[in-house]
């Protein structure tokens, strides 16, 4: 599992290297069968909008309870390997209290592509040696641990001001160890959010997607979606449960401002979050400046900064002070908010080349 062995057969570069995960609570997904509860049934019928959206593995959580042997799991397996797209599992493996080869295998088995692992330590490689026989899946791990990909949270736990942001990417991408797999998902808990509130939401998204390294996203995310709960995911429609079921039920618990948080509001609108999401990592995935495995930095005004992807002509900038500042040279290829010319308003990001 060693990320030399990993490499090995995939040319310099494999598929996760700078992959786009994107972890589905399945139960808060989408709802197949109409029970109520999201299942394997409704995320095959949603892969089309994670298709659109251009993300490289799908990570399952809330697996518990899930047989891979199961025709559902061979379904959606089939039918995302089919579009391109990765399934992983995202579980809670402990080497220190069981052997991690029961939990791992069966999964193994019947074909997923990885897992995205709860933070336990690994000294041992434990986990290493549970998928000797497997060099091809690939594992998100956090913590002490051979992984191919180190879960972080430093960009969220940073908040919105540039030199927190600057020490966490810097002490991140200094760190020995694996690659890095950049999170950023709030964990505020409030049900409502509000245009001004989106502000640091997509600003950061431009960050976090412009670092070397994969990125973990939650469903939701790219709707600006508020929290961290397994919130259900507001498909279409006008009223609550907005498409993710067809199940006659209480559906209060889903506020029901989320009209305009809908995939299909967003999706119509260029101005959206979404549409931000969408444009993000398209050009994450097809522009050439978009290598390169460090970061230089540039003099900036406080409350802000700016770097460059080593090697290349991309340069990320992002403005967390009350004030426009000046945009680096370069052209703007997309931003978080409108920019001015040569300038970089607050609360803004942008990609130049």
Request: negative net charge; glycine residues 12%; aromatic residues 8%.
């Amino acid at each position: 599992m060693r990320r030399a062995d990993a490499l090995a057969g995939h040319g310099e570069r494999p598929w996760w290297w700078d992959a786009v995960c994107y972890q589905v609570d399945v139960g808060s997904f989408a709802d197949g069968d109409g029970d109520g509860i999201g299942d394997l049934a409704g995320l095959t019928g949603r892969l089309g909008y994670l298709e659109l959206l251009g993300v490289d593995a799908v990570v399952l959580a809330g697996a518990a309870g899930l047989d891979p042997a199961a025709g559902p799991f061979a379904e959606l397996l089939g039918m995302a390997h089919d579009s391109g797209m990765r399934v992983m599992l995202s579980l809670d493996v402990d080497p220190a209290r069981s052997d991690p080869a029961s939990v791992l295998w069966p999964w193994l088995e019947h074909g997923a592509d990885g897992f995205h692992l709860a933070p336990r330590p690994d000294p041992a490689d434990a986990i290493g040696a549970a998928l000797a026989g497997h060099p091809d899946r690939v594992v998100i791990g956090s913590g002490p641990g051979d992984w191919h990909l180190s879960f972080n949270l430093d960009l969220a736990v940073a908040g919105f001001d540039a030199d927190r942001v600057r020490k966490a990417i810097t002490d991140v991408l200094a760190a020995p160890g694996p690659r890095p797999a950049w999170a950023m998902a709030s964990r505020d808990t409030e049900q409502s959010r509000d245009d001004a509130a989106l502000t640091p939401v997509r600003a950061m998204a431009l960050v976090q997607l412009a670092l070397p390294g994969a990125v973990c996203l939650r469903h939701g995310e790219e709707l600006g979606l508020p929290g961290t709960q397994r919130v259900r995911m507001p498909w279409e429609g006008d009223r609550p449960p907005f498409g993710f079921s067809a199940a006659d039920a209480d559906w209060s618990s889903i506020p029901a401002d989320w009209v305009s948080f809908t995939a299909e509001a967003q999706l119509e609108d260029e101005a959206s979050t979404l549409s931000l999401y969408r444009h993000a990592l398209e050009t994450r995935g097809t522009h050439p400046a978009f290598t390169g495995d460090e970061v230089e930095w540039f003099g900036a005004p406080p409350g802000c900064f700016a770097f460059r992807r080593a090697g290349t002509t991309l340069i990320c900038a992002l403005n967390t002070s009350p004030e426009p500042v000046p945009l680096p040279p370069g052209e703007v290829v997309l931003s978080s908010r409108p920019v001015g010319p040569g300038e970089l308003p607050p609360g803004t990001a942008a990609w130049l080349v």
